[in-house]
């Protein structure tokens, strides 16, 4: 039969050593504003870029964002906000990566071909871009039409574009009397056309216009198009 033995009694000793010893406290969670708005914005933009407006959920975005749905609410407000909030960020996107190419201090005719192919490059490297833009213009332009700041963003392009045709004419490099605006066009148009029309023009064509080496040739080819367009005698 075993013999039971007292439990054996702590000592005053190992007592106030184990009172002075409390377990270490977890650090305090720091909220970072920055971050978390930056967080439920890219979330949004993936969720608005492959489900649509109406398809996007905002449980679905929270969720993307490691953040509870009240919290997406009180950075945004809602939805219809975080969807402006996405179309203002993706305009943001490109018209800060243009003003890096420092076009007005480039000689007229470089500085075309630059912007030319620089906003054929952002589109194929920003898929999500043209994305947002399809989602919109489904959308016949709702959303844009309330974002003042999505307007004033253009404007300063517009002026750049319309002073870098005016240098150009001047030193007989442009013809004259080409709008800006029919310029800018023009030039997203001969990009935006292939890439959200490649799969199905790539199946007539029996192409593949997905491959590395077509997707430079097309920005070669629109660098000329628009060139020929500005020369004198085009």
């Not at 979330?43 to 649509?52: D, I, K, L, N, V």
């Not at 959308?139 to 844009?144: N, S």
């Not at 013809?175 to 066009?185: A, E, G, N, S, T």
Request: proline fraction near 5%; charged fraction near 25%; charge should be positive.
């Amino acid at each position: 039969m075993p013999i039971l033995t007292a439990p054996k009694r702590q000592t005053k000793r190992a007592k106030d050593a184990g009172a002075a010893s409390p377990a270490k406290a977890k650090p305090k969670a720091t909220r970072d504003p920055q971050r978390t708005s930056a967080a439920i914005l890219a979330a949004a933009t993936r969720e608005f870029t492959e489900q649509g407006f109406g398809g996007a959920r905002v449980d679905e975005i929270a969720a993307r964002a490691r953040i509870n749905k009240r919290m997406l609410y009180h950075y945004y407000g809602g939805k219809e906000a975080l969807y402006v909030a996405v179309l203002e960020n993706a305009y943001v996107g490109i018209r800060s990566a243009e003003a890096v190419l420092d076009l007005e201090n480039r000689d007229p005719a470089e500085a075309m071909r630059h912007l030319a192919r620089f906003t054929w490059d952002y589109f194929v490297a920003h898929p999500e871009f043209l994305s947002i833009l399809n989602t919109e213009n489904l959308l016949r332009g709702k959303y844009i039409r309330t974002s003042d700041k999505v307007i004033e963003l253009h404007s300063p392009m517009i002026s750049l574009l319309s002073h870098t045709l005016k240098r150009g004419v001047a030193i007989g490099e442009f013809r004259d009397k080409v709008d800006p605006v029919d310029l800018y066009i023009s030039i997203a148009a001969l990009g935006f056309f292939y890439l959200s029309n490649r799969w199905t023009l790539a199946t007539i064509f029996k192409r593949d216009l997905a491959a590395p080496a077509a997707l430079q040739h097309w920005g070669d080819h629109v660098v000329e198009v628009i060139m020929s367009y500005l020369r004198p005698d085009g």
